[in-house]
């Protein structure tokens, strides 16, 4: 795919992954934060160049062709208030997020789900948008590039529009990824609880490098 304007939403290691992988790729891409100034996103900027540029949530919303939502999942739905929903609408979103709760004791869990999920309530929040739930279900070490024995490992996605969906597999294929599509953005309410099995498995194993394939017979 040709090089595109993309905004990052988020500066946690989530988007510095996937935003420097898209640069490498030739895209340009900005990162925005809260503050236009976030010093995690302006380290980010120096440290890929390539074009890549910081601003705000609106900023970075109102920058890219599609958008990478890669919030803290709890952050999320405010994170994409302050983006605006004039400035997502008509452009492909990337949902990477999670609603993970860390519990003092005992295994992280998601925030709510059976009957919503975040990806539906982001879509909600940018009703003009086309949200693809994406990468939520592996670790941001492999999120770009993965290398397998057993060959190219799959990433299931799920959104309402055809065309947003075309877009994100095309991203996928450029860093690495088969694609499994589920449906519709109510498929999140499935992906959201797949994250956790890939967390659960990762704290039982004591080991971050495994991912998803769908075998077909």
């Known amino acids: 795919m040709g ?15 996937l935003g420097s992988a898209l640069a490498q790729l030739g895209h340009e891409v900005m990162m925005g934060a809260r503050d236009g100034k976030n010093p ?4 980010w900027a120096e440290k890929t160049g390539k074009g890549s540029k910081t601003g705000t949530f609106a900023e970075a919303a109102r920058f890219g062709k599609l958008i990478v939502l890669a919030t803290l999942g709890t952050a999320t739905e405010n994170a994409v208030k302050l983006a605006g929903a004039e400035n997502l609408a008509g452009k492909a979103v990337l949902d990477a997020t999670n609603p993970l709760l860390y519990p003092e004791h005992g295994l992280p869990k998601l925030a709510f789900g059976f009957d919503d999920s975040l990806g539906e309530r982001v879509q909600r ?3 003009q948008a086309s ?6 279900t592996v670790g941001n ?24 969906k075309r877009s ?29 099995v890939w967390i659960y498995h ?8 495994h991912a998803f394939k769908l075998l077909q017979g």
Do not use: H
């Open 40 to 43: 995690k996103a302006l380290e």
């Open 168 to 196: 994100v597999a095309q991203v996928c294929d450029s860093l690495g990824w088969g694609v499994v599509d589920l449906g519709g953005i109510e498929c999140s309410r499935l992906l959201e609880p797949m994250a956790l």
């Open 141 to 164: 070490a492999r999120m770009a590039q993965p290398k397998y024995a057993a060959g190219k490992p799959d990433m299931f996605i799920c959104g309402n529009d055809e065309d947003a």
């Open 202 to 209: 990762g704290i039982r194993t004591r080991s971050w490098k």
């Open 131 to 136: 949200v693809v739930k994406c990468f939520n």
């Open 3 to 17: 090089g595109m304007r993309i905004g990052v939403m988020g500066t946690g290691t989530v988007g510095q992954v």
């Open 125 to 127: 929040l940018a009703p």
